[in-house]
């Protein structure tokens, strides 16, 4: 019956699905869409690969005058080849985490990405999604024989120099490993991508025009530009042969220079790493040497994504009305109100600023009616209430783990049925107003 399959797919497949199957009948269609690559003027030291994408399985009803029962099994066959076992490997499930917030969006002292990985790759049908990695959050994911912890804040951070049973972090990253769990933290990368956790945090105010506090920059591997002027075809062979040497990564430009003719102007641009190794092969060189220019490359910023929210509300609120629509979007029945000088519980809010967990460093300066953060210190909340700036604190990761449960339900739809997705339970903030 698989062979049959097979014969039926490659048979009726691409007919672009003509009327396959009786009325009322659904089959999965499966779509596949290839990147393509451009050509510029730049001339790669290294070929990239192409890379192609798939997009997932979607019924869709057709229409068709087969048999049912041939119908049938053209549905299995084609479900068997796009979801196989119906579960994903553990590489296929970080490739998604990518998709959905680069992990080059995270800031540069922050630990992200695949923590712990067991020694034995075995495939993922259960993601636990927890906001912190505690002892009970791990008894939860033991019991429920999970294969991943997607755990918002690394339960790793500082460097580790052992493994030991007394450090209670150490100690769970033992536990996950013996028992072939894998650990992966997204960290600031959720809360700089577009619609994370900040989008999330801000939105709980009601509509308004949203901006980003402090702007993400692009990754771009190279950042430094080398221009210099050489004589002849044959010396810029030569030239760039050698600095192939320094830098695999290095992309050329050059082009002859038409108003003076007095020779060939080339552009090189070099990651960090290679700057000095490639000036060092400029400067045994005559031409280039006596016409070397060095330039720092800016990284060009990435709209929408980065640390902190502003939005300017459609529709201003009262005080009290923006602390009750707070409570209701965290799920708290409590927050620690400071309210800015000169301000009441019935003061406009019109413009609030928002950065989840410890935002001060991120909210410092911004001018706001209202910050909206997980935690401040007594002094940072005195310096913006001084400037008139009023303050809600719902305690670290009230003001994050909110937004586990929006992206379980983006996370489930780019993964094979088989694979479940769930929030903890046993996750909580440690502080309780008692």
């Known amino acids: 019956?698989?062979?049959?399959?097979?014969?039926?797919?490659?048979?009726?497949?691409?007919?672009?699905?003509?009327?396959?199957?009786?009325?009322?009948?659904?089959?999965?269609?499966?779509?596949?869409?290839?990147?393509?690559t451009s050509t510029a003027l730049s001339i790669p030291l290294s070929v990239p690969s192409v890379t192609q994408s798939h997009s997932f399985l979607q019924t869709k009803p057709i229409s068709a005058c087969l048999h049912s029962s041939v119908c049938s099994s053209f549905v299995r066959c084609l479900s068997h080849s796009a979801h196989s076992s119906g579960v994903?490997?553990?590489?296929?499930?970080?490739?998604?985490?990518?998709?959905?917030?680069?992990?080059?969006?995270?800031?540069?002292?922050?630990?992200?990405?695949?923590?712990?990985?067991?020694?034995?790759?075995?495939?993922?049908?259960?993601?636990?999604?927890?906001?912190?990695?505690?002892?009970?959050?791990?008894?939860?994911?033991?019991?429920?024989?999970?294969?991943?912890?997607?755990?918002?804040?690394p339960p790793l951070f500082r460097p580790v120099k052992r493994l030991a049973q007394k450090d209670w972090k150490q100690r769970l990253a033992i536990r996950a490993v013996e028992a072939g769990i894998a650990i992966f933290s997204p960290h600031t990368s959720w809360d700089s991508v577009k619609g994370g956790v900040n989008d999330w945090l801000v939105g709980g105010l009601g509509s308004g025009q949203v901006s980003v506090l402090s702007q993400a920059l692009g990754g771009a591997s190279h950042s430094h530009k080398l221009e210099f002027m050489v004589k002849s075809?044959?010396?810029?062979?030569?030239?760039?042969?050698?600095?192939?040497?320094?830098?695999?990564?290095?992309?050329?430009?050059?082009?002859?220079?038409?108003?003076e003719g007095s020779g060939i102007?080339?552009?090189?641009?070099?990651?960090?790493?290679?700057?000095?190794?490639?000036?060092?092969?400029?400067?045994?060189?005559?031409?280039?040497?006596?016409?070397?220019?060095?330039?720092?490359?800016?990284?060009?910023?990435?709209?929408?994504?980065?640390?902190?929210?502003?939005?300017?509300?459609?529709?201003?609120?009262?005080?009290?009305?923006?602390?009750?629509?707070?409570?209701?979007?965290?799920?708290?029945?409590?927050?620690?109100?400071?309210?800015?000088?000169?301000?009441?519980?019935?003061?406009?809010?019109?413009?609030?600023?928002?950065?989840?967990?410890?935002?001060?460093?991120?909210?410092?300066?911004?001018?706001?009616?209202?910050?909206?953060?997980?935690?401040?210190?007594?002094?940072?909340?005195?310096?913006?209430?001084?400037?008139?700036t009023s303050v809600i604190l719902s305690d670290h990761s009230n003001s994050e783990r909110g937004y586990l449960v929006v992206f379980k339900e983006r996370l489930s739809v780019r993964l094979h049925e088989g694979v479940t997705v769930a929030v903890s339970k046993a996750d909580r903030d440690p502080l309780e107003v008692v």
């Open 1 to 36: 019956m698989l062979t049959a399959c097979r014969n039926l797919s490659r048979t009726f497949f691409p007919l672009t699905f003509k009327r396959l199957c009786t009325r009322g009948s659904r089959i999965h269609q499966a779509a596949f869409a290839s990147s393509s």
């Open 88 to 153: 994903m490997e553990l590489k296929e499930v970080l490739q998604v985490m990518e998709q959905l917030a680069p992990l080059s969006l995270a800031e540069s002292w922050d630990n992200v990405g695949l923590l712990v990985e067991p020694s034995k790759p075995r495939p993922v049908k259960t993601i636990l999604l927890t906001n912190d990695l505690t002892d009970a959050v791990m008894e939860e994911a033991e019991a429920m024989s999970c294969d991943l912890i997607i755990s918002y804040h």
């Open 265 to 388: 102007h080339v552009s090189v641009t070099c990651c960090d790493s290679a700057l000095t190794p490639s000036v060092q092969t400029l400067l045994r060189h005559n031409s280039p040497s006596l016409s070397l220019c060095i330039s720092k490359l800016e990284k060009p910023p990435l709209p929408g994504h980065g640390q902190g929210r502003m939005s300017v509300l459609d529709q201003p609120v009262s005080m009290s009305t923006a602390i009750q629509k707070m409570k209701s979007h965290l799920g708290l029945s409590h927050l620690r109100l400071a309210l800015g000088w000169g301000q009441t519980l019935e003061s406009s809010v019109r413009s609030a600023a928002v950065c989840a967990g410890s935002g001060a460093s991120v909210l410092n300066g911004v001018k706001a009616d209202l910050y909206i953060t997980g935690e401040m210190s007594h002094h940072e909340v005195l310096d913006a209430v001084a400037k008139g």
């Open 233 to 259: 075809a044959e010396e810029v062979k030569n030239i760039t042969e050698e600095l192939k040497a320094c830098d695999s990564g290095t992309t050329l430009q050059h082009a002859v220079n038409r108003p």
